[in-house]
């Protein structure tokens, strides 16, 4: 090659790096577009899992009388044209076929109208569905629709308020169903996808990732949450991992607006599984009960307790004859530990007792005026809840002997032993004025006080006493009985 071709191709080469810039290693090119090889493909799990999904639609009989124009069914009294929700059903739910014994007709008494619509999905290939209990809650008829847009009415097998899990049984075999993932392996920050009917639009796919776990909605669930886009009519479908794996069952939003707002919370697949293999068997579910109204304990009522940290759930009323009133258990006790499972928070009970089958002998660890004792019960099977009292604070008022409030803005006056034993109490005090302190903290007259920090209180004398030897700098509990249940009350001493 002679002397100017290669001038011309060493400029050219100079001029295209000047244009393009400086080189860049093979490293960072590659880091550069990492994130984008990265990025999830959720083709092959939505083809694994789509054809398990289903659509339930439910019905019941009303008494209706017109059917406003484009709408495919009549509308309950109160609901016209102008309603704002007549634009959004006349949208979302076109005309579909009734279904098996749906009558067709204009309206009139016992017609059978829609009531709502969720979704599902297809657990076993002779035909079990699992769904959320409030999408066929109050349904007469229970439509499923499979994605190969075949049709069957479903029987409800079992439903349970409780967790929010229902099993729908549909005639036919073969099915596509669903794999069974294992929720308590899920990590904060996984990629997870939804699959449901969200406003009726069936098979919808929607994706995110796990928010958190353990979520406190309800007494026997830790949910999860999610940041995937569920709305009302994804009730009752899958959360699925990247496996394919149903790891959750989508069942409540956070929102200020009826839509998605970013939050979003599905029951734990292990825990929804228990209740439906119960359901199946039985139609039920079986839970435990020990008999204890609780509470969490705070930092504050914590330190004075000499706890040494704020766990355990504690004990604000215990049901006459129940298992824990058998055992010993107290007011006031702070249950720690339920057989060999520990008790972080107030929460945590509930769940391992009512996962307990009935009749079975556990040793209960509770911490009682400083120190621990342990306790051994028999589990009930759970009834329904009884209504809470409405009585006042001390049921009946006690003597109106003249007191003086003292340095927590407490006057209290004794109890007559008759009333102690008529309220199960072994000790306390009623209070009879309220000031300072102590109107800061909530009290009012007509509560008993049966503790401070970790001395029971005998007497009115006693309880001034304790009082006035208490730290003024530190934070002293009080053990409260207000009705039928009890608290600690962090109170600080005022500056006298």
Do not use: C
Request: net charge neutral; charged share 25%; hydrophobic share 40%.
């Amino acid at each position: 090659m002679n002397k100017p071709i290669k001038l011309i191709l060493a400029l050219a080469l100079a001029g295209a790096s000047w244009l393009l810039g400086p080189a860049m290693p093979a490293q960072a090119q590659a880091s550069q577009s990492m994130p984008a090889a990265q990025l999830p493909d959720f083709t092959g799990l939505v083809e694994k899992a789509g054809p398990a999904v289903v659509n339930i639609r439910t019905t019941q009989r009303m008494n209706l009388q017109r059917t406003p124009r484009g709408l495919p069914f009549p509308l309950p009294d109160g609901m016209d044209e102008n309603d704002p929700l007549f634009e959004f059903f006349r949208r979302f739910f076109p005309p579909q076929p009734p279904g098996p014994g749906v009558p067709r007709g204009r309206g009139g008494p016992g017609q059978e109208v829609p009531r709502g619509v969720g979704s599902g999905f297809i657990v076993s290939a002779d035909g079990y569905v699992l769904t959320n209990h409030h999408v066929v809650d109050g349904a007469e008829q229970i439509y499923v629709t499979l994605s190969d847009d075949r049709e069957f009415t479903g029987k409800l097998i079992g439903s349970d308020q409780r967790t929010d899990v229902a099993l729908v049984k549909i005639e036919a075999t073969g099915l596509p169903h669903v794999e069974i993932g294992d929720s308590s392996k899920l990590r904060v920050g996984e990629w997870v996808v939804a699959i449901g009917s969200p406003f009726g639009l069936n098979n919808t796919v929607t994706a995110g990732i796990v928010s958190a776990k353990s979520r406190d909605t309800g007494d026997y669930l830790p949910f999860i949450q999610t940041d995937v886009a569920v709305n009302p009519g994804n009730s009752g479908g899958p959360l699925l991992n990247m496996r394919g794996q149903v790891v959750g069952i989508n069942s409540q939003i956070y929102s200020r607006t009826g839509g998605f707002m970013g939050i979003s919370f599905a029951i734990p697949i292990d825990e929804a599984m228990r209740v439906a293999d119960q359901l199946r068997e039985t139609g039920r579910v079986i839970r435990g009960r020990i008999g204890v109204g609780i509470a969490d304990v705070t930092r504050d009522v914590a330190e004075p307790l000499g706890l040494p940290r704020a766990a355990g759930a504690l004990v604000r009323s215990v049901e006459r004859d129940g298992p824990a009133d058998r055992a010993g258990v107290q007011v006031g006790d702070i249950i720690l530990r339920f057989g060999d499972r520990q008790i972080d928070k107030a929460s945590d009970l509930p769940r391992l007792v009512g996962g307990t089958a009935p009749g079975t002998r556990v040793d209960v660890e509770v911490w009682r005026r400083g120190e621990r004792r342990s306790l051994r019960l028999t589990v009930d099977e759970l009834k329904p809840e009884a209504t809470a009292s409405a009585e006042g604070p001390g049921g009946q008022p006690g003597p109106q002997a003249p007191a003086q409030a003292n340095l927590l803005g407490l006057a209290v006056t004794d109890i007559p032993d008759a009333r102690l034993a008529e309220l199960r109490l072994k000790n306390g005090v009623l209070v009879e004025a309220v000031e300072g302190a102590a109107a800061a903290a909530g009290l009012r007259p007509g509560d008993i006080i049966i503790a401070v920090n970790n001395t029971d209180v005998t007497s009115a004398r006693q309880f001034d006493e304790l009082v006035k030897r208490l730290d003024r700098s530190r934070m002293a509990v009080l053990l409260v009985r207000r009705g039928d249940a009890a608290q600690f009350v962090p109170i600080r001493p005022e500056q006298r």
